[in-house]
């Protein structure tokens, strides 16, 4: 059975860091979009970042770009979310997700992804 668990989350200033953990198990070919997602109370899901496992390929929000890094250790089937210049309104839910085998690119689309962590939240104050 696959299983997404994520860790890492925390409480920080503005203009802090955390970095964010999401370990996958329960299959093993390396074929994989493997996405960070966030929902603040009352707002949408929004897609925040993701990696194609297969060849490293990633794409950001424009709301992250150039503070958020999305990397991978593929040894330990564990992705990772750097998260720098953190502001209050990245304060959210952050959700790990995995789209096993995917067909074309990874995108931010929380549809297509099929398995789902149980989140772990970052606040960040003023």
């Known amino acids: 059975q696959v299983q997404v668990v994520e860790s890492g989350g925390g409480s920080v200033q503005a203009g802090g860091s955390l970095r964010l953990s999401c370990a996958a198990s329960?299959?093993?070919?390396?074929?994989?979009?493997m996405g960070w997602f966030r929902q603040a109370p009352g707002k949408e899901r929004e897609g925040v970042a993701t990696?194609?496992?297969?060849?490293?390929?990633?794409y950001y929000a424009d709301s992250v770009k150039g503070r958020f890094t999305i990397s991978q250790d593929n040894a330990e089937n564990t992705v990772y979310l750097q998260m720098n210049d953190l502001k209050p309104d990245d304060s959210a839910m952050y959700y790990c997700?995995?789209?096993?085998?995917?067909?074309?690119?990874?995108?931010?689309?929380?549809?297509?992804?099929?398995?789902w962590g149980q989140g772990t939240r970052v606040t960040v104050s003023s």
């Open positions: 990696i194609r496992t297969d060849y490293d390929f990633k």
């Open positions: 997700a995995a789209r096993l085998l995917p067909r074309y690119a990874c995108t931010l689309m929380g549809d297509e992804y099929d398995y």
């Open positions: 329960g299959y093993t070919h390396g074929r994989a979009c």
